[in-house]
Every structure is written in C-alpha cells, then in structure tokens.
C-alpha cells in the first residue's frame, strides 16, 4: 500500500484501539444501520409478500411506504458503509486477507443491486406495471434472505479472521 495510506490506516487504527468511545460508537453506527435499515427492509419485504396476495387496496398501500421505508434502508445502509469501513480500517490487514470479510463484502453488493431492483419493481408497480409485482415479490424474498445471510457473515467475521 501507499506510505501515506499506510500512515493514515496506522493512525486511524491507534485512534480506534485506544478510545473505548470511539470503539463503541462506531460499533453502534453499524449496529444501528443494521437494526434501522435492515428491520425496515425486512418489515417492508414481508409487507410486499402480504400485499402481493391481497386486493387492489393493499397493493396501493404498501406502495405508498415503499417510496419512505426505501429511504430509511438507504440511511441505515450508509451508516453500515460508513462504520464498516471504519471497523475494517482499524484492522485493515486482516480484513483484507479474510474470506469471510470479501463474501460479506458479496453479500453487501448483491444485497444493493437487490435493493434497485426491489424499487425499480415498486416504481413499476406504482404506475400500473402488473409484471413489477412478480419482480416485487421475488426481490422481497430475496432481499429477506440476503439481509439474514449477509448478517450472519457478519456475525462470523471476528470469529473467523
């Protein structure tokens, strides 16, 4: 790696290792994103596999939070960004040669491109679309398994660097 980014990965990982605060709070950033993000992309999958085998109604109703709840995963997916970049910096080498940390990594990118899908589909179904709501209703329970999964590689991680 470049001397300066060496440098600076140091310097972040002496800050991080010496400051129970800073520890903490960046754990509760990923956490949080987590818990904020993710329980509404679950609580919103689960609603679209429930609208998917009701009325017109229901259709309607959940598409109208799609557009809000899209918004509250795409915060608490920045705030995972963020802090997880920030955890993996503070120990830059064994991420970096970890399988585990790279199939996260995976998980995270097919989990996003899910994620786009999942709203293009809503945006389809909003205006009429009857197809988008099959590409809904497959996204819904692929983004619930990929939230689980991705958590799970998650929760692995420090026990398998």
Avoid at 6 to 25: C, E, F, K, M, Q
Avoid at 71 to 83: D, E, K, N, P, Y
Avoid at 89 to 104: N, T, V
């Amino acid at each position: 790696m470049a001397p300066f980014f060496t440098s600076l990965t140091d310097n972040w990982a002496s800050v991080y290792a010496g400051s129970p605060l800073i520890r903490t709070t960046v754990s509760f950033a990923h956490v949080a994103g987590l818990v904020g993000g993710g329980g509404c992309a679950i609580a919103a999958d689960r609603a679209a596999l429930v609208a998917w085998r009701s009325g017109a109604e229901e259709r309607a109703r959940h598409l109208r939070s799609l557009l809000w709840t899209h918004r509250v995963v795409l915060i608490g997916l920045a705030a995972v960004v963020v802090s997880g970049v920030l955890l993996a910096l503070a120990d830059l080498d064994a991420y970096w040669a970890s399988r585990a940390f790279w199939i996260k990594m995976a998980f995270v990118v097919a989990l996003g491109a899910n994620g786009a899908v999942l709203a293009r589909a809503g945006e389809g179904a909003s205006r009429g679309d009857a197809g988008s709501w099959q590409t809904l209703r497959l996204t819904s329970i692929l983004s619930l398994a990929l939230w689980f999964i991705t958590t799970f590689v998650g929760a692995a991680l420090p026990n398998v660097l």
